[in-house]
């Protein structure tokens, strides 16, 4: 059974990086798509972002500018980071398997509250 | 780009079905068959429950179907029982590379 874990830091400054670790146990990020996904508080997902093993990536285009998603593989982990964040970017992180790319999410982490305030 | 339109809410009696729509263009929903559905409980992940339209990850309930006619998909559930209460949202893969997800719908078990 594979799963996901999130870290990172759970208060943000506003116009600081944003960056989380996913960690994946039961699986491996040499193979498949590796997604982040965002849920403000009380509204609806929002897909951010993916990695494939290669380092191949893949962003939303309203998040493009402000992204990177990475790979550690021999940390079987991968990363997100978000610069500039503002109050618009509190939410709920959550790492998924992308079956893809960007196609379904069958397994999530638990996901990790982000605050951006000062 | 715009979310997928989804009712805000639908409800239904124990044993009986629900309906819950997803409305897209000929860009997303309509263009591929890339339309999955997932179900959040308060507080929980997101949970995979139909994916490709129409199929069921091994461990989801066959009440759980999928459907998808022009721009619109669907997920019903029938014989509606008391823990599938939750939130439901749908998502579709977009022809600028992209991935979009619905505002989601509350299902309420009356």
């Known amino acids: 059974q594979v799963q996901l874990q999130e870290s990172g830091p759970g208060l943000v400054k506003p116009s600081e990086t944003l960056s989380l670790t996913c960690t994946v146990s039961?699986?491996?990020?040499?193979?498949?798509?590796w997604s982040w996904i965002r849920q403000p508080p009380g509204r609806g997902l929002e897909w951010i972002g993916y990695?494939?093993?290669?380092?191949?990536?893949n962003y939303n285009p309203s998040l493009k500018s402000r992204v990177a998603i990475s790979a550690d593989t021999s940390k079987n982990q991968f990363s997100l980071k978000l610069i500039s964040v503002t109050a618009a970017d509190t939410a709920l992180y959550y790492c998924?398997?992308?079956?893809?790319?960007?196609?379904?999410?069958?397994?999530w982490g638990q996901g990790m509250l982000v605050t951006v305030s000062s | 780009q715009s979310a997928l339109t989804q009712p805000p809410s639908a409800s239904g009696s124990p044993g009986h079905s629900v309906s819950i729509s997803c409305t897209g263009t000929?860009?997303?929903?309509?263009?591929?068959?890339?339309v999955s559905w997932y179900q959040q409980h308060p507080g929980k992940a997101p949970k995979l429950m139909i994916y490709?339209?129409?199929r069921r990850p091994s461990g989801v309930p066959a009440r759980f179907s999928g459907s998808k006619s022009g721009n619109t998909a669907s997920l019903t559930i029938y014989g509606l029982q008391a823990e599938d209460e939750a939130d439901y949202y749908c998502?579709?893969?977009?022809?600028?590379?992209?991935?979009?997800f619905g505002g989601g719908t509350k299902v309420t078990v009356l």
């Open positions: 490709e339209v129409t």
């Open positions: 039961g699986g491996s990020v040499n193979t498949y798509y």
């Open positions: 998502s579709s893969f977009v022809g600028n590379n992209n991935l979009i």
């Open positions: 998924a398997r992308d079956r893809g790319p960007m196609s379904y999410f069958d397994f």
């Open positions: 000929n860009s997303d929903i309509g263009g591929y068959n890339y």
């Open positions: 990695v494939y093993s290669s380092g191949n990536t």
